[in-house]
């Protein structure tokens, strides 16, 4: 299911790690079908292994799996891939398409023996629908509750066992009784240039294309440490190439279709770098109002905050303090101004 939107500016950003059904639609030919296949993620890919071969081992289903962390790192693909591994059909559904206990219950109902049950965006369930489920990861069973008012009861309905494989971007949301009853949590973190260089290559022989080395890396290095995004640009130098280039997705391609598109070296894109800009030249660095700069540049506060700022704090080229954003010696570098002098008893410039 797709990723919650942080609204329009979100969805019509190229680097956007979210994703919508049409583009999930193109992911899926370029999906890994087993763990071996998977790049990346070394840590929870050997501890997922070894959950998965020990289930297979005894024949039963494993334990419930809780896959944590940003979007468009693979956290449906493993679940995809944990099905696969077990031979086990696999059910899709998300958190906000749940908001009812009902609509869990016929979920749960209509599952067979080792069923995976993938929930996405777990965090948003329904206070109701996550209290049945508790019931239904420990017990296996759910309580049908049949009349209304002071005749209703509770007829109990065994449910085969299943396992359930939940995916969140916000782990600290979590109710702890929700949180244990998963018997393995992966973190899934940010890709590094060479890994997302090899998923590249890969996506490249699945597209049924040829892309050099160098072009790979330089869209690697655009990437911000996910491979949504680098299966995304890649897409674009694609179609650059086949229409304004010989056909050829070379070092010049990638570039070139890169600056149509407003993805500097660095990944940051047009809405980065109008942060970047104002903050720099308009406020002299910072200390500013996160409304004061979201006006700026034309956008809602909400927006600057959940849209660009993540990325920037992250790369070290924005901080956060008690009086408001300020620009770090790298983002005054990354744009090529010249940061003001140190005013007198005030220390230096911020470099995270």
């Not at 979210?18 to 071996?36: T, V």
């Given at each position: 299911m797709a990723e919650p939107s942080t609204g329009t500016a979100d969805s019509d950003r190229i680097v956007t790690p979210?994703?919508?059904?049409?583009?999930?639609?193109?992911?899926?030919?370029?999906?890994?079908?087993?763990?071996?296949d998977f790049v990346g993620q070394q840590v929870?890919?050997?501890?997922?292994?070894?959950?998965?071969?020990?289930?297979?081992?005894?024949?039963?289903?494993?334990?419930?799996v809780l896959l944590s962390g940003p979007p468009g790192l693979g956290k449906t693909t493993l679940a995809m891939i944990i099905a696969g591994e077990l031979d086990s059909h696999l059910?899709?559904?998300?958190?906000?398409?749940?908001?009812?206990?009902?609509?869990?219950?016929?979920?749960?109902?209509?599952?067979?023996?080792?069923?995976?049950?993938?929930?996405?965006e777990i965090h948003r369930l329904a206070r109701p629908a996550e209290e049945l489920l508790y019931v239904a990861m420990e017990d296996f069973r759910v309580d049908v509750v049949v009349g209304k008012g002071a005749g209703a009861s509770a007829i109990p309905l065994a449910l085969p066992r299943f396992t359930v494989v939940g995916a969140t971007t916000r782990s600290g949301l979590l109710p702890a009784p929700l949180?244990?009853?998963?018997?393995?949590?992966?973190?899934?973190?940010?890709?590094?240039?060479?890994?997302?260089?090899?998923?590249?290559?890969?996506?490249?022989?699945l597209l049924g294309v040829q892309v050099e080395h160098a072009a790979a890396h330089e869209i690697a290095g655009?990437?911000?440490?996910t491979p949504r995004i680098a299966n995304r640009l890649l897409r674009r130098v694609r179609?650059?190439?086949?229409?304004?280039?010989?056909?050829?997705?070379?070092?010049?391609a990638a570039r070139s279709a890169l600056e149509v598109y407003e993805v500097d070296p660095i990944g940051l894109d047009r809405l980065d770098r109008a942060v970047l800009t104002a903050l720099c030249t308009r406020f002299g660095g910072g200390p500013v109002g996160l409304s004061t700069l979201a006006m700026t540049v034309g956008e809602e506060a909400e927006t600057?905050?959940?849209?660009?700022?993540?990325?920037?704090?992250?790369?070290g080229l924005v901080g956060r303090t008690p009086r408001g954003r300020v620009?770090?010696?790298?983002?005054?570098?990354?744009?090529?101004?010249?940061?003001?002098?140190?005013?007198?008893?005030?220390?230096?410039?911020?470099?995270?």
């Open positions: 979210g994703a919508d059904e049409i583009e999930r639609a193109a992911e899926a030919a370029l999906r890994p079908k087993r763990l071996d929870v890919r050997d501890q997922l292994s070894l959950v998965l071969q020990a289930a297979l081992a005894r024949g039963n289903p494993p334990d419930h059910r899709l559904t998300s958190g906000p398409a749940i908001q009812h206990a009902g609509d869990l219950a016929a979920v749960l109902s209509s599952l067979e023996e080792g069923d995976v049950l993938f929930i996405d949180r244990d009853r998963f018997g393995f949590t992966g973190h899934m973190d940010y890709y590094s240039p060479e890994e997302l260089e090899r998923v590249i290559l890969r996506s490249a022989r655009r990437s911000r440490g179609d650059w190439a086949q229409v304004r280039g010989d056909g050829r997705l070379d070092i010049d600057v905050e959940t849209v660009a700022e993540p990325y920037l704090v992250r790369e620009a770090t010696l790298a983002a005054w570098e990354h744009l090529g101004l010249t940061p003001p002098a140190p005013v007198a008893g005030q220390g230096t410039l911020p470099d995270l």
